[in-house]
């Protein structure tokens, strides 16, 4: 069983910059791709940014490339997503996800883990 934490939420003006973490309950943890999603209020969960096993790989949503970057830390059993140039349409509660696989992209159910999310809401 892999748990993921979220963390780094909060509330932040739009043009302003968040950091994500998300921690890896074991050392299994480069044995999987690592993804962030996104859930605005009344919305589908949607993907945002995805990482694969050696960090060779990444890939975002049209909505976020070049604002936002997606990094691991294997020997920290840590994935991130840092937030720059943040919008108030950014504001949802942000989700990371683990599959085991390679590398994995928008479909959900390539995701075998899913951590409790974390808030983000940006003003304007």
């Known amino acids: 069983q892999v748990h993921l934490v979220e963390s780094g939420g909060g509330l932040v003006q739009a043009g302003d910059s968040l950091t994500l973490s998300c921690a890896a309950s074991e050392h299994t943890f480069s044995n999987y791709a690592m993804g962030w999603f996104r859930q605005a209020p009344g919305k589908e969960r949607e993907f945002v940014a995805s990482?694969?096993?050696?960090?060779?790989?990444?890939y975002y949503a049209d909505s976020v490339k070049g604002r936002f970057t997606i990094s691991r830390d294997n020997a920290k059993k840590t994935a991130y997503l840092q937030m720059n140039s943040l919008k108030p349409e950014d504001t949802a509660v942000y989700f990371c996800a683990a599959a085991d696989r390679s590398m994995a992209r928008v479909d959900l159910r390539h995701y075998n883990y899913w951590g409790q999310g974390t808030q983000v809401i940006v003003s304007s």
């Open positions: 990482i694969s096993r050696s960090a060779s790989i990444t």
